[in-house]
């Protein structure tokens, strides 16, 4: 009676988590316990239960750790106890991948599996199949035919899945097993007969015409399992590509399945038809349920149906105006989540006359959520600008209400780049737009955000109706912000002054106060401008205060030209022609505010400059690029020569160029080249040495390494040193004073060739990890998995997921390298590919423990020797 007092007290205080608090050192010393005689169930339960919860929470246990536990665990099958018997199941599971000898329980779990005992049988053969590998398999193949047509419904699902997951140790487990899987399909258990289904797909998924006449014979059968049916509406979308008849047949069954009796069919096939496509005619019933749906009780239902009407929205928005009336309804929704979708969808799909309506209706709800889902929102009122450009000023009024709200940089960028891009479009918009960017700045925390609107009023505030209004917002920032906000306004302020005359005399006041500032930069630029604005020379004076924006290479050549004169003349600058930008289609969604002008990447400028060397090119030219390094410092920045070091990986080439320059002005270096000892497998191809290099003047030279034939050889220290020949000079001329010069060399640092420079990270274009990971271990990819205490360096998760995607050259897939704040444990999900095209995957489990973090580390990769060299890199 006094323990439930007590119970029913803490229950009262708000309860709390009685595991929180747990350190796994003294749950292991506890699980002693485990050895009594007799067996205490109870008691024995609760300490299980720890130790499942701390492996559940990320906490790591060493391998004689695990084993000691797994060993001290088999005590547990003494106790006839249900509960704690299924507690030791679970605990199997949890440990069978990191302890030692876990083999030696398999008599225990056969005799359970085939045993009388039916809440025993289901959670033995799961744990069962966790410790089989491929030698085990054979001895338990006929146990598990046995289970998967057992009259236990639990019995049979957990047999049909646990083969399912068994075909990672033995791919053939599905087909060979196929023939248990067929009599189970026509169990009266609706669950049976989905994982029947979904044996029977696995083992016929490689052979398309099978795959087609099950679809057909299933779908001509009558089915009571809503589960299977989904599984057949999903094989029939993967057959439409595939198939050249039969088309019709399977749309029809899409179509039938919209009448069925479960919802979860009826979603399921709604969602395909209008995921297919097709034109407007073929999903106006499935829109129609998908509108049913949005009055649901169930928020579930809410949810999935206006998350997709938002998709459909994208590609036909005109099938979706019907349902405008329905997702209006759900603005008020109480889960936030279906509340925005429906916002973010009626903001495309809602006619003009609607948008004030619209507008009214989420005014009060945009303060109740997130700066994630706000964002969401103002990126749909970013196309709905543009989308209708007389509800300019509606829209632009809400959005400055927005900016007024608290928020993050994120979020106040999305909005300040919605109302620039919606002056950039429509230029009635332009004087309104400033002004609330005005008010913006008054109050802004963010520094570069407050920089880019002075930048946008020195171009577009001396061009409005009344520049002098915007003098004083820009003054108020040399007085009240930071350095930088500061040089951002003198340099506004200048540029009112340049384009508007009758400015100038004010404007120079106070730009010469501007010269008392505390900050260099400030002061220097008021100095400038003020110099420059005095001379009261118009036309020569705006484009020094805001100089055009010049194509370069017309400048270039213009330049070279003019070299090639007596230079009697002035260079005129104004014969240049400005720099061409190139008009963007117009988009649905701005994506951008600034247009950017066509350039080339950073690899394809070191590529093109490959390419021109005909020495160099002839050699690579057969081997395929792969990425470029960072550029890597081989002296340092005071010495007498900077060398800087570039690594271009190709296929089964390592090309180092070397970036030198002479801080000497008094010498003159010729055939300058940096020598490398190569390590051991790596063979050099080629050098080219740079003829010359005088003095203040960037030079480079290549060398070409062949990588060694072991992988594990290629991450390496390569020695380098600078040679060169030297000649002395006249420092004025740069002229050698000699003809005849000496040998020299300098002493530079090691360069380090690294995994990362060898791996390319695959992190985007939507790559689902799951799936990857599933199809790597299908085709039999290598698979190492290593438990590692990182360094006293990384005392964070944060810290754990830069430091590893650095050093690995890995990307994080899914978004997994973003940490929830407070977390103690993290999932990270990394894709790549090494050179040569193999695939890498990479699945890294923190923890993080007084400051200490632990990574368990799991590779897959179709390279036995990658995927070691990969784990062996980490260590």
């Not at 439409?240 to 069925?260: K, M, N, Q, T, Y």
């Not at 060397?613 to 081989?634: G, N, Q």
């Not at 995994?755 to 939507?766: T, V």
Request: aromatic content about 6%.
């Amino acid at each position: 009676m006094n323990a439930f007092k007590r119970e029913k007290k803490e229950e009262e205080d708000g309860g709390g988590n009685q595991f929180q608090n747990l350190e796994k050192t003294t749950v292991l010393q506890e699980a002693r316990t485990f050895n009594d005689t007799p067996v205490n169930p109870r008691k024995c339960a609760h300490i299980l239960t720890k130790i499942l919860y701390l492996l559940n929470q990320g906490e790591q246990l060493g391998t004689m750790e695990a084993t000691d536990v797994f060993f001290a665990m088999t005590k547990l099958f003494q106790s006839r106890d249900v509960v704690l018997r299924r507690l030791v199941y679970l605990g199997i599971k949890e440990l069978s991948s990191v302890a030692e000898d876990v083999i030696i329980v398999t008599s225990s779990l056969t005799k359970d599996m085939t045993g009388k005992e039916d809440l025993y049988r289901a959670a033995a053969i799961r744990a069962l199949c966790t410790i089989t590998d491929g030698g085990m398999l054979a001895a338990i193949e006929r146990y598990m035919k046995q289970a998967i047509v057992d009259r236990s419904p639990a019995v049979s699902s957990a047999a049909l899945v646990s083969s399912l997951h068994l075909t990672n140790v033995s791919g053939d487990v599905a087909r060979r097993w196929a023939n248990e899987a067929q009599e189970a399909l026509f169990s009266s258990n609706v669950m049976v007969r989905y994982h029947a289904l979904g044996v029977l797909y696995q083992a016929r998924k490689s052979d398309k015409h099978a795959v087609v006449k099950l679809f057909g014979k299933l779908v001509r059968a009558s089915h009571r399992s809503p589960y299977a049916t989904c599984m057949l509406i999903r094989m029939g979308r993967k057959l439409l590509p595939d198939i050249v008849r039969g088309e019709d047949e399977i749309l029809s069954f899409f179509a039938a399945c919209l009448r069925h009796n479960s919802e979860m069919v009826v979603y399921e096939a709604a969602y395909t038809l209008v995921s297919l496509g097709r034109d407007t005619s073929k999903i106006q019933d499935a829109i129609s349920v998908l509108q049913l749906f949005c009055g649901s009780p169930k928020p579930v239902l809410r949810f999935a149906a206006v998350r997709t009407l938002n998709k459909v929205a994208m590609t036909h928005p005109a099938a979706v105006t019907a349902c405008n009336l329905d997702l209006e309804n759900l603005i008020t929704d109480s889960n936030r989540s279906i509340a925005t979708l429906a916002i973010t969808t009626l903001l495309k799909t809602g006619a003009e006359s609607s948008v004030d309506r619209l507008m009214k209706q989420i005014a009060t709800f945009v303060s109740e959520i997130s700066d994630e889902f706000k964002v969401v929102v103002v990126q749909a009122i970013r196309a709905l600008c543009q989308k209708f450009p007389r509800k300019h000023a509606v829209l632009m009024n809400f959005l400055s209400a927005m900016l007024r709200d608290e928020g993050g940089l994120e979020y106040k960028a999305a909005i300040v780049d919605t109302i620039i891009a919606v002056m950039e479009g429509n230029a009635e918009a332009k004087e309104a737009g400033l002004a609330h960017l005005c008010e913006f700045i008054e109050d802004c925390e963010h520094i570069s955000l407050a920089v880019r609107i002075l930048h946008l009023l020195g171009q577009e505030g001396p061009t409005s109706k009344q520049p002098s209004r915007y003098i004083r917002f820009i003054y108020n920032r040399v007085i009240l912000e930071s350095a930088s906000v500061r040089a951002a306004a003198v340099t506004a302020l200048a540029r009112f002054a340049a384009a508007c005359p009758p400015l100038l005399p004010n404007v120079l006041v106070l730009l010469s106060r501007c010269q008392l500032d505390s900050d260099d930069e400030v002061r220097d630029r008021a100095a400038y401008y003020c110099t420059i604005l005095q001379q009261q020379n118009d036309p020569t004076v705006l484009p020094l205060v805001q100089p055009p924006l010049l194509s370069v290479p017309s400048l270039e050549r213009a330049l070279k030209n003019y070299m090639r004169t007596p230079m009697d003349e002035p260079f005129d600058i104004s014969q240049i022609p400005p720099a061409q930008t190139i008009e963007e289609p117009t988009q649905v969604e701005i994506q951008a505010t600034v247009k950017q002008q066509p350039r080339l990447t950073r690899e394809e400028s070191f590529m093109e400059k490959i390419s021109q060397i005909p020495h160099l090119s002839m050699i690579v030219r057969d081997s395929s690029f792969f990425k470029s390094s960072p550029v890597f410092e081989l002296t340092e920045s005071e010495t007498e020569y900077n060398v800087k070091c570039v690594k271009h990986t190709f296929t089964d080439l390592l090309v180092l160029q070397f970036d030198c320059v002479n801080t000497l002005s008094d010498q003159l270096l010729e055939d300058v080249r940096v020598a490398v000892e190569p390590p051991k497998g790596y063979r050099i191809m080629c050098e080219v040495p740079c003829p010359r290099l005088p003095y203040n003047e960037p030079g480079t030279t290549y060398t070409v390494l062949k990588y060694p034939e072991d992988v594990h050889a290629s991450v390496a220290t390569i020695p380098t040193t600078l040679r060169f020949m030297a000649r002395d000079c006249d420092p004025a001329t740069g002229f050698p004073d000699v003809e005849l010069g000496y040998n020299d060399e300098y002493m530079l640092e090691d360069l380090e060739v690294t995994l990362a420079d060898q791996i390319q990270g695959m992190g985007s274009g939507g790559l689902d990890f799951g799936t990857a990971w599933e199809v790597a271990v299908t085709k039999g990819y290598t698979k190492l998995e290593e438990t590692f205490v990182l360094g006293p360096s990384v005392t964070t998760l944060e810290g754990a997921i830069q430091s590893l995607t650095g050093f690995l050259g890995l990307e994080a897939v899914e978004r997994s390298n973003r940490v929830q704040s407070g977390a103690t444990w993290h999932l990270l999900l990394l894709s790549g590919v090494f050179r040569g095209g193999k695939e890498v995957l990479a699945r890294a489990r923190l923890a993080l423990s007084d400051s200490q973090v632990t990574m368990q580390l799991s590779v897959l990769c179709q390279d036995q020797e990658v995927a070691e060299l990969i784990v062996s890199s980490v260590e």
